[in-house]
């Protein structure tokens, strides 16, 4: 990462922190946040060595080889509108890298994934976890995202990811990325936050073209070994998955699904 540039960046009230190595940016940004940090505070490292996605899943990538950060949000909108975050930030990243020309998309609920032009299969680039963060001037939001840059096909931590060096050839400037990623991001961010109602559905309607989970048979792990299957029609005003099942259209929450995987065939 290029500190220099990044400490030269001032827009937008964005500040960078950036380390060579930490367990976990989110942790970090938390305790930032915790400390009185305005919204705004980015939290990158060069190696993150213990990093967390949805329920609790451990993963580390090399040093150098992925874009790891976290940012900090004051979100003043009504808690039932929060879960409306990690679908923000997973449009937010494919958004990005569509406008780079990867042929990305978002499995709901935040998922990053580039579809191989030759094979048609989704393999993950990116992963979000989203945290509130109870502090004494009020909540805030962690966001924080893993986007596999540089990582070769021997260093991929399961057969279903992949990265942009993979997909393209050439390994992205992670500087470059992270500056125009954290730009999208706030602008998106704003939107949701102030664009009212007709905001809101221009948001939900660019994510929903974005998702490639609706319009496919899916199966739908929840707690407690139960399973939904059915089609995934749509996502509602809460950031639910809509699933018409076998009893009619279900909506199913990203905090209550353990898995969302496609119905083969």
Same mark, same amino acid.
């Given at each position: 990462m290029d500190r220099a540039r990044l400490g030269a960046h001032g827009a937008d009230g964005v500040r960078f922190e950036v380390s060579e190595a930490t367990p976990s940016t989110n942790a970090i940004a938390s305790e930032r946040a915790r400390d009185g940090a305005a919204e705004g505070l980015v939290v990158v490292t060069e190696h993150q060595t213990a990093g967390r996605g949805r329920r609790d899943r451990s993963w580390e990538t090399p040093a150098g080889a992925a874009l790891t950060f976290s940012v900090v949000l004051r979100?003043? &909108?009504? @808690?039932?509108? *929060? %879960? *409306? &975050? %990690?679908?923000?930030?997973g449009y937010a990243v494919t958004k990005t890298l569509i406008g780079a020309g990867y042929p990305a998309g978002v499995k709901w609920p935040n998922d990053v994934l580039i579809t191989s032009e030759e094979t048609g299969e989704d393999r993950k680039v990116a992963g979000i976890l989203v945290e509130r963060v109870e502090a004494g001037?009020? %909540? @805030?939001a962690v966001v924080g995202i893993g986007l596999n840059t540089g990582l070769s096909a021997a260093e991929l931590p399961v057969a279903t990811a992949t990265s942009l060096l993979i997909e393209s050839g050439v390994e992205p400037d992670r /500087?470059?990325?992270?500056?125009? &990623? =954290?730009?999208?991001? $706030?602008?998106?961010? #704003? /939107? *949701? #936050?102030?664009?009212? !109602?007709?905001?809101?559905?221009?948001?939900?309607a660019s994510y929903a073209a974005t998702c490639v989970t609706l319009g496919r048979a899916v199966r739908v792990e929840l707690p407690g070994d139960r399973t939904l299957v059915g089609t995934a029609t749509g996502i509602? /005003?809460?950031?639910? $998955? =809509? =699933?018409?099942? !076998?009893?009619? !259209?279900?909506p199913v929450g990203a905090g209550d699904v353990v898995h969302v995987r496609p119905v083969a065939g």
């Open positions: 979100p003043n &909108l009504p @808690a039932g509108m *929060w %879960p *409306w &975050l %990690p679908l923000v930030t001037d009020g %909540p @805030a /500087t470059d990325l992270l500056l125009t &990623l =954290v730009a999208t991001l $706030l602008e998106t961010y #704003q /939107t *949701w #936050q102030l664009g009212g !109602p007709p905001g809101h559905e221009r948001l939900a509602d /005003t809460g950031g639910r $998955l =809509v =699933v018409a099942g !076998p009893d009619g !259209p279900t």
